[in-house]
């Protein structure tokens, strides 16, 4: 097989990420990526944010699949979906019937949206937005409309929700959390992203979930968890992503909350790895832009033959809700310590301490100045 390309399963920015870092240090390797997308190149952050920025779906790719064929000397194969690997015959097989041999593979399969179980004659009509092909018919269903429903106010959802009150849509969040992005803030960090966003029209209906969805007259209306009902003319779901294990589950990859490589991004499978959304490093499932730099840094130099284990430093997060600016590096969730709050003139100074050492933080309003000096104290995520 030393002959056969290494091929990359997806386009995600860890797939084109990790084939941009291989062809600095190895311009010769055969090199296939295959996406079941358009294999467009564009930053997926930007899908909360495109409509302040007044950018309509077609506007946000850098290039398109021929494009990113040229500049990555790669064959690119499009709106193919991978549905079967051979790990001891080193081979994929595509849908349309196509058998591809591989020196080396990646999956850089990313997550997928999870749903939540709802009654009611409209619950297919729910919008997921985890891809441009999403987005589009997300931008689709608004144009005309003027109310929208966010089912789940964690980061996604509050993204979105600034980016259309922002935008003079009418917005309702729901979601079982006492505040906003639960899992990343403290509660009254939390609470002061949940009054900027008030501010901005946002209307929140949280310690409740949404029961059913039906066809009304107006559009649509959700029944919630007290029977409270909410007329909107779109909904969309923001409940959280799960990475996609299938297609390694099916081929006999150990796989964990996402798919288990170890520090050189190494599969339970000799020359088969992972990276970005679907992967699970060392016990880690990150599934942000930041991590997966690193992991398409690392990883690109193994394959060119230099065996690099992935290390990744303190990475916060920017919140992408400018209602209320906000940056987060959470904790580890073993970690002991104890969240330490501050009300500043214009936000808030979370510090997560530990027996004095820093272990994460979240900044926001004026605070988000101090990220720089404070993400210096943070330890490394992996050293
Ligand atoms: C709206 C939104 C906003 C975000 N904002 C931020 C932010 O501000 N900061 C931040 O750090 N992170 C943010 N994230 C997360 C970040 O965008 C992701 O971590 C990152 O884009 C994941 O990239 P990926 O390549 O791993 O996965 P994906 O982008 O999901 O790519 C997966 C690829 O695999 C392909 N694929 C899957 N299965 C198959 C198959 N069987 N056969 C062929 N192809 C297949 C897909 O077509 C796709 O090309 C945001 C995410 C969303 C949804």
């Given at each position: 097989m030393s002959d056969a390309p290494i091929i990359?399963?997806?386009?995600?920015?860890?797939?084109?990420?990790l084939a941009r870092e291989f062809r600095k240090v190895d311009d010769k390797t055969g090199l296939v990526l295959i996406t079941q997308d358009d294999g467009a190149f564009y930053s997926k952050p930007m899908l909360s944010n495109a409509l302040a920025k007044q950018k309509a779906p077609d506007d946000l790719p850098m290039g398109d699949a021929t494009k990113m064929q040229n500049d990555l000397n790669a064959r690119i194969i499009t709106r193919q979906q991978v549905s079967s690997i051979d790990t001891q015959n080193q081979q994929v097989?595509?849908?349309?019937?196509?058998?591809?041999?591989?020196?080396?593979?990646?999956?850089a399969v990313g997550a997928n949206p999870f749903q939540f179980p709802m009654e009611g004659d409209a619950t297919g009509d729910v919008l997921t937005v985890n891809n441009l092909d999403d987005y589009r018919a997300f931008r689709t269903k608004l144009e005309g409309k003027k109310s929208v429903a966010i089912i789940g106010p964690g980061l996604i959802g509050c993204e979105f929700a600034n980016d259309l009150a922002a935008?003079?849509?009418?917005?309702?969040?729901?979601?079982?959390d006492e505040a906003p992005i639960s899992t990343l803030l403290p509660t009254a960090a939390g609470q002061a992203l949940q009054a900027a966003l008030t501010a901005l029209g946002v209307n929140w209906h949280l310690q409740k979930t949404v029961s059913a969805i039906n066809n009304s007259d107006s559009g649509y209306e959700l029944t919630l968890s007290d029977g409270q009902t909410i007329q909107a003319d779109v909904v969309l779901s923001a409940i959280g992503l799960?990475?996609?294990?299938?297609?390694?589950?099916?081929?006999?990859?150990?796989?964990?909350?996402?798919?288990?490589?170890?520090?050189?991004?190494?599969?339970?499978?000799?020359?088969?790895?992972?990276?970005?959304?679907?992967?699970?490093?060392?016990?880690?499932?990150?599934p942000f832009v930041m991590p997966l730099m690193q992991s398409a840094r690392a990883l690109a130099a193994t394959l060119s033959g230099k065996l690099t284990q992935v290390s990744y430093p303190a990475m916060p997060v920017m919140i992408k809700t400018p209602a209320l600016a906000t940056v987060v590096s959470p904790p580890e969730q073993a970690a002991q310590g104890e969240w330490q709050i501050e009300k500043t003139e214009q936000g808030v100074k979370a510090l997560y301490l530990q027996d004095e050492s820093l272990l994460g933080f979240v900044l926001m309003g004026d605070a988000v100045s101090e990220?720089?000096?404070l993400t210096k104290r943070l330890p490394a995520v992996l050293a």
């Open positions: 990359i399963i997806g386009t995600g920015l860890a797939g084109y990420n097989a595509l849908d349309n019937g196509e058998q591809l041999g591989f020196s080396k593979l990646v999956l935008n003079d849509y009418q917005v309702n969040v729901i979601g079982p799960r990475a996609n294990i299938a297609l390694a589950k099916a081929a006999g990859l150990e796989c964990n909350r996402g798919i288990v490589v170890d520090r050189h991004l190494k599969t339970s499978a000799d020359n088969v790895y992972a990276l970005g959304d679907c992967a699970e490093v060392s016990g880690l499932v990150l990220k720089p000096v």
